[in-house]
């Protein structure tokens, strides 16, 4: 049985890298946080990377203590970063792939060839009282190790279908947007709860948000992009609308 009520998460990551472009403590990414709140967030994510190039630990020892939303703390399946995790007990852990060089996540984690490895790094943080969320691709293997090695909730990277559509090609975003929907069904069928995110922007959010099965979008450097010249208050608002409007 799914919701009607789409959440949104609202990541921070980019408030801090412009914070950490010159130093100092501004622009600070815990008001981005509350100023999204307000403007109807229904979380907050930050991606505490290993390198720290824009969360910081203080950044989020802040959030964990200050948020009165959801905190959905997005790492890499490390022990340092499974420590970290354990220390805070955020709402929800998020296990992304990472690498060093990369600009952003460039895609899914591989979960079907390290099946053995993720379910006991996983399990620690489920007996925590965490929410295990796996980020992947919508891919039929991956969900499907997913959902055996104990994971409560996937989150769709939504890369691919966001690239096509800026691309201008037509056949390759429709046929990305049908796979991001069934393997939503397939998903849902084996008991995981459904997230999506990556890339969205006001031009693709509503495909995505129309799909029943999808609980919860997150999104973050379209909206600290777009803040810039409306506000982030406003930014998020008109974001939310669409979400409530495709949902409806």
Request: aromatic residues 4%.
């Amino acid at each position: 049985m799914t919701e009607s009520r789409l959440r949104l998460g609202v990541n921070i990551d980019h408030v801090a890298t412009v914070r950490n472009a010159r130093g100092g403590a501004y622009p600070d990414p815990l008001r981005a946080a509350k100023l999204a709140e307000a403007a109807g967030a229904d979380g907050i994510t930050a991606h505490l990377r290993e390198d720290r190039r824009h969360i910081s630990d203080a950044d989020i020892e802040g959030l964990a203590e200050a948020l009165s939303v959801p905190l959905n703390f997005e790492m890499a399946a490390t022990d340092e970063m499974q420590a970290i995790a354990l220390r805070h007990k955020p709402h929800a852990v998020c296990i992304v792939p990472e690498k060093r060089e990369e600009r952003t996540t460039e895609g899914g984690l591989e979960v079907a060839q390290d099946e053995a490895r993720l379910a006991g790094f996983i399990a620690p943080l489920r007996d925590a009282g965490c929410r295990v969320s796996l980020f992947i691709g919508a891919d039929r293997p991956q969900i499907e190790a997913a959902a055996r090695i104990g994971a409560e909730v996937i989150e769709l990277h939504t890369g691919a279908y966001c690239d096509f559509h800026a691309e201008g090609r037509v056949a390759a975003c429709d046929e990305e947007l049908a796979r991001l929907r069934d393997m939503s069904t397939l998903a849902t069928s084996l008991g995981l709860e459904v997230h999506a995110g990556h890339g969205l922007t006001y031009d693709t959010v509503q495909p995505i948000a129309a799909f029943p099965e999808v609980r919860e979008l997150n999104i973050g450097h379209f909206l600290i992009g777009e803040a810039i010249f409306r506000g982030l208050d406003p930014a998020i608002r008109e974001m939310r609308r669409l979400m409530d409007e495709a949902r409806a």
